[in-house]
């Protein structure tokens, strides 16, 4: 029967009354089935939940567990290798690392080195002692004045109002311990993001928070303010995030406090969402004379632009519009369409945008094509956790990396996936004070620095293994793919590296081909029309 436990709660009541008609003290005791008889009377009369109208009372128990399930799977029920977004194996990496305890695991991997896909690093006969003095990088180009020393490994874009006041002081508390720099997303630069006086990358959208007018326009005079701050060191527009690219950010209303809706001038308590592109610029040249102006209104310091990629003509056009303009970003970030979000449209966080790994190969051999690479750093942003997957993507052809979770995981998130609902239990994605208290920065802050210290320092162990003398030395050919049971590739066999300057010339490679007919340096959407031509 469907309602078997409100049906006997409501005899149990039954029972309790007539107890009491015949004044037995034990009657008292049935008065606790009173709420659970209200609430199986709400069920059965609501419309909205089938399941509580067709099991009234119990169907709530149902519902504790799917609100829980998240929780419950990654911390109970699923074994070490296969929990999503992160493993178990992921997430204990951090864990360790941000806590600075032991470094090293029992018996032997969980990983099947003969399943198709797997990928290993080729280590040396050879190795040497690294000593890790190099895993930084100079940022900036021939146009920069103020170029910034930066370590191989950074804290991505995650804005105040996604994440907590706490949360937000304690990652740059984090990049100052440990000499890295911390993106402070497109939410705008807050007195959090000063606290501790870490680097900064200032970051701003297609919505211009932080920089934006009356009308929501981008502010020269407001730029220039933020841009110019000492502890602001490189500039990073950011054009689409690999969770949702071409959507523009999102921002739950309940999340939107008067706090943040101050510093993002917008209505507390409304759901925020940015305008899909940008429109300080249009094509592919005015958004490079659009980066020379920033450079100039920051003092010359490193200005770049963070990109999703999707139609890949779209990036090339940019690459001849560096050509015909002579003007270069110092950098560029690629974002995996894998990247994070703390909320994203279904569609777009699922199915849209290249993956990272894809994109940055694409974005480092265009570049060298056009001979513009030299001038103009790589950074990567997906799913970076471990000293394995840094080095990997800078085989690749990354300069430095990105993380964002990895970050958050560090600060004691437990991917309970509850960022856009405001209930975060461990404080890091809440902007409630009763739950962000949970993150105390000075004890976070320290874990924050430990994990990229311990990050790095396997990096530099890696390398070491491989008998190099310097990270530069890097490439494709040391990371491995198993493709088949009897089939062993090195990444530059899968993913050859091209001339330089292959691409100026109209005699390029014929993989090329297609999306460069398609580039067009004075449109985004001339690909569009003659893919209609055709």
Same mark, same amino acid.
């Given at each position: 029967?469907?309602?078997?436990?409100?049906?006997?709660?409501?005899?149990?009541?039954?029972?309790?009354?007539?107890?009491?008609?015949?004044?037995?003290?034990?009657?008292?005791?049935?008065?606790?089935?009173?709420?659970?008889?209200?609430?199986?009377?709400?069920?059965?009369?609501?419309?909205?939940?089938?399941?509580?109208?067709?099991?009234?009372?119990?169907? #709530?128990?149902?519902?504790?567990?799917?609100?829980?399930?998240?929780?419950?799977?990654?911390?109970?029920?699923?074994?070490?290798?296969?929990?999503?977004?992160?493993?178990?194996?992921?997430?204990?990496? =951090?864990?360790? !690392?941000?806590?600075?305890?032991?470094?090293?695991?029992?018996? @032997?991997?969980?990983?099947?080195?003969?399943?198709?896909?797997?990928?290993?690093?080729?280590?040396?006969?050879?190795?040497? %002692?690294?000593?890790?003095?190099?895993?930084?990088?100079?940022?900036?180009?021939?146009?920069?004045?103020?170029?910034?020393?930066?370590?191989?490994?950074?804290?991505?874009?995650?804005?105040?109002?996604?994440?907590? +006041?706490? $949360?937000?002081?304690?990652?740059?508390?984090?990049?100052?311990?440990?000499?890295?720099?911390?993106?402070?997303? %497109?939410?705008?630069?807050? +007195?959090?993001?000063?606290?501790?006086?870490?680097?900064?990358?200032?970051?701003?959208?297609?919505?211009?928070?932080?920089? !934006?007018?009356?009308?929501?326009?981008?502010?020269?005079?407001?730029?220039?303010?933020? $841009?110019?701050?000492?502890?602001?060191?490189?500039?990073? /527009?950011?054009?689409?995030?690999?969770?949702?690219?071409?959507?523009?950010?999102?921002?739950?209303?309940?999340?939107?406090?008067?706090?943040?809706?101050?510093?993002?001038?917008?209505?507390?308590?409304?759901?925020?969402?940015?305008?899909?592109?940008?429109?300080?610029?249009?094509?592919?040249?005015?958004?490079?004379?659009?980066?020379?102006?920033?450079?100039?209104?920051?003092?010359?310091?490193?200005?770049?632009?963070?990109?999703?990629?999707?139609?890949? #003509?779209?990036?090339?056009? =940019?690459?001849?519009?560096?050509?015909?303009?002579?003007?270069?970003?110092?950098?560029?970030?690629?974002?995996?369409?894998?990247?994070?979000?703390?909320?994203?449209?279904?569609?777009?966080?699922?199915?849209?945008? /290249?993956?990272?790994?894809?994109?940055?190969?694409?974005?480092?051999? $265009?570049?060298? @094509?056009?001979?513009?690479?030299?001038?103009?750093?790589?950074?990567?942003? @997906?799913?970076?956790?471990?000293?394995?997957?840094?080095?990997?993507?800078?085989?690749?052809?990354?300069?430095?990396?990105?993380?964002?979770?990895? /970050?958050?995981?560090?600060?004691?998130?437990?991917?309970?996936?509850?960022?856009?609902?405001?209930?975060?239990?461990?404080?890091?994605?809440?902007?409630?004070?009763?739950?962000?208290?949970?993150?105390?920065?000075?004890?976070?802050?320290?874990?924050?620095?430990?994990?990229?210290?311990?990050?790095?320092?396997?990096?530099?162990?890696?390398?070491?293994?491989?008998?190099?003398?310097?990270?530069? %030395?890097?490439?494709?050919?040391?990371?491995?793919?198993?493709?088949? $049971?009897?089939?062993?590739?090195?990444?530059?066999?899968?993913?050859?590296?091209?001339?330089?300057?292959?691409?100026?010339?109209?005699?390029?490679?014929?993989?090329?081909?297609?999306?460069?007919?398609?580039?067009?340096?004075?449109?985004? #959407?001339?690909?569009?029309?003659?893919? %209609?031509?055709?």
């Amino acid at each position: 029967m469907r309602a078997y436990f409100f049906i006997v709660s409501a005899l149990l009541l039954g029972l309790g009354c007539f107890l009491s008609y015949l004044d037995i003290d034990l009657a008292w005791s049935f008065l606790f089935i009173v709420p659970f008889i209200g609430l199986g009377l709400f069920d059965v009369l609501q419309t909205d939940n089938n399941v509580w109208r067709n099991f009234p009372w119990v169907g #709530h128990v149902k519902s504790l567990f799917v609100d829980n399930r998240d929780i419950a799977q990654n911390w109970l029920l699923e074994n070490d290798r296969e929990g999503m977004p992160f493993n178990n194996i992921q997430r204990n990496i =951090i864990y360790k !690392r941000s806590a600075n305890v032991s470094q090293e695991a029992p018996f @032997g991997t969980q990983f099947d080195y003969y399943k198709p896909g797997y990928e290993w690093f080729m280590h040396s006969a050879a190795p040497i %002692e690294h000593d890790g003095s190099d895993l930084r990088i100079q940022v900036g180009g021939p146009d920069c004045t103020q170029p910034y020393s930066c370590s191989i490994l950074n804290v991505s874009a995650m804005s105040f109002g996604s994440i907590s +006041k706490n $949360a937000t002081m304690a990652l740059n508390g984090g990049a100052k311990l440990g000499n890295f720099a911390s993106n402070t997303g %497109e939410g705008g630069l807050t +007195k959090y993001h000063l606290h501790y006086g870490g680097d900064l990358v200032f970051q701003f959208g297609t919505a211009y928070f932080g920089c !934006r007018d009356a009308n929501g326009n981008f502010d020269d005079g407001l730029f220039a303010q933020a $841009a110019t701050h000492p502890n602001v060191k490189m500039i990073e /527009m950011k054009i689409s995030q690999g969770a949702k690219p071409g959507y523009g950010a999102v921002l739950p209303g309940i999340k939107n406090t008067p706090e943040t809706a101050a510093i993002r001038d917008v209505v507390p308590y409304t759901t925020i969402v940015s305008p899909a592109g940008h429109t300080a610029w249009q094509t592919p040249v005015e958004l490079l004379q659009f980066v020379q102006k920033m450079r100039e209104l920051a003092g010359g310091k490193p200005v770049g632009f963070k990109f999703c990629i999707g139609q890949p #003509h779209e990036f090339l056009a =940019i690459c001849k519009a560096m050509i015909k303009t002579g003007i270069m970003p110092d950098f560029i970030t690629i974002d995996g369409g894998e990247g994070g979000t703390g909320a994203a449209p279904f569609d777009s966080m699922n199915w849209v945008g /290249m993956p990272a790994s894809d994109a940055l190969i694409f974005a480092h051999d $265009a570049l060298v @094509g056009f001979d513009l690479k030299k001038h103009i750093k790589l950074f990567v942003a @997906g799913k970076v956790v471990s000293g394995f997957q840094l080095v990997r993507y800078l085989a690749l052809g990354a300069d430095a990396c990105y993380s964002a979770r990895g /970050m958050m995981f560090a600060l004691g998130c437990v991917q309970a996936m509850q960022c856009n609902e405001n209930t975060c239990p461990t404080g890091v994605t809440t902007m409630n004070p009763q739950l962000e208290k949970g993150v105390v920065p000075e004890d976070k802050k320290v874990k924050v620095a430990n994990f990229h210290k311990n990050t790095i320092e396997s990096v530099r162990d890696m390398i070491g293994a491989a008998g190099l003398q310097h990270i530069d %030395e890097l490439s494709r050919k040391y990371i491995a793919r198993r493709m088949t $049971a009897h089939q062993v590739n090195t990444l530059d066999e899968i993913f050859p590296y091209p001339e330089p300057g292959c691409l100026l010339t109209d005699m390029y490679p014929e993989k090329w081909t297609k999306a460069m007919e398609l580039a067009d340096p004075e449109s985004f #959407h001339v690909g569009a029309v003659r893919v %209609e031509a055709h």
